[in-house]
């Protein structure tokens, strides 16, 4: 069974910094792995989506690479801003589409 | 883009008795629908996915006579939870999938409550 784990659990930076967020799976037969943002109450809007076959992806400030092989993926938020406060939720797809989820990271950027 | 919606956002019953979550793709036929459920800081457990016009296949755990999934239609999925007690009270989310597509399109979520 796939476990997908992020760490750390919260993390509190003032504005201006850039933030390194971490997931960990177990099970590196995948198809893909993505990283989503869900505001308090609320669903899920996808940042970024990596290939099994890619390295990284890039948009805007939000960069994310993943490491098949060691199970690791970073995503990288450069200059953040109070906006970016947030959980930011790694995802993994194994097969039939369904997706295995961390318990996310949860980011407060102060003004 | 693609949007799902959920009805309701939040909903408050009384133990014991039957709640009906509605999952809707707005402007795009869904093929596959997912249930999940998320506890408090915890991330999100899938329960069950939906293919129209086919019974749901459960996750291992999950109590397919407690959690009734209907996919009537390739625009409409709803969760029942029957009986519904204290310990169901979650934060439910949908997703939809259209057919050769790999994103899945998630719902707003459903904060449910049983008193």
């Known amino acids: 069974k796939q476990e997908v784990t992020q760490i750390p659990a919260a993390l509190s930076v003032p504005e201006g910094e850039n933030l390194v967020l971490n997931c960990s799976f177990t099970?590196?037969?995948?198809?893909?792995l993505q990283w989503f943002r869900q505001d308090p109450g609320k669903g899920l809007t996808s940042l970024l989506l990596?290939?099994?076959?890619?390295r990284e992806q890039t948009s805007g400030r939000l960069n994310a690479s993943l490491d098949k092989s060691s199970g690791r993926s970073t995503l990288y938020i450069a200059a953040s801003q109070p906006g970016d406060s947030a959980t930011y939720l790694c995802?993994?797809?194994?097969?039939?589409?369904?997706?295995?989820f961390g318990a996310g990271t949860t980011v407060t950027v102060r003004a | 883009g693609a949007v799902v919606s959920q009805h309701p956002s939040r909903v408050i019953c009384k133990s014991g008795t039957s709640v009906k979550i509605e999952c809707r793709s707005l402007?795009?036929?869904?093929?596959?629908m997912f249930w999940y459920r998320q506890f408090p800081k915890q991330s999100l457990m899938l329960m069950a996915t939906?293919?129209?016009?086919?019974?749901?296949?459960?996750e291992q755990g999950v109590e397919k006579d407690k959690f009734l999934i209907n996919h009537a239609s390739l625009t409409l999925s709803t969760l029942t939870v029957t009986s519904a007690h204290p310990e169901d009270s979650s934060f439910y989310i949908c997703?939809?999938?259209?057919?050769?597509?790999?994103?899945?399109?998630f719902g707003p979520g459903t904060r449910l409550l049983v008193l």
């Open positions: 995802a993994v797809r194994t097969n039939d589409y369904k997706l295995s």
């Open positions: 099970d590196s037969a995948i198809y893909n």
């Open positions: 997703s939809a999938r259209i057919a050769l597509q790999e994103t899945q399109y």
């Open positions: 990596i290939q099994s076959s890619q």
């Open positions: 402007d795009f036929q869904a093929t596959t």
């Open positions: 939906s293919n129209e016009g086919s019974k749901a296949t459960y």
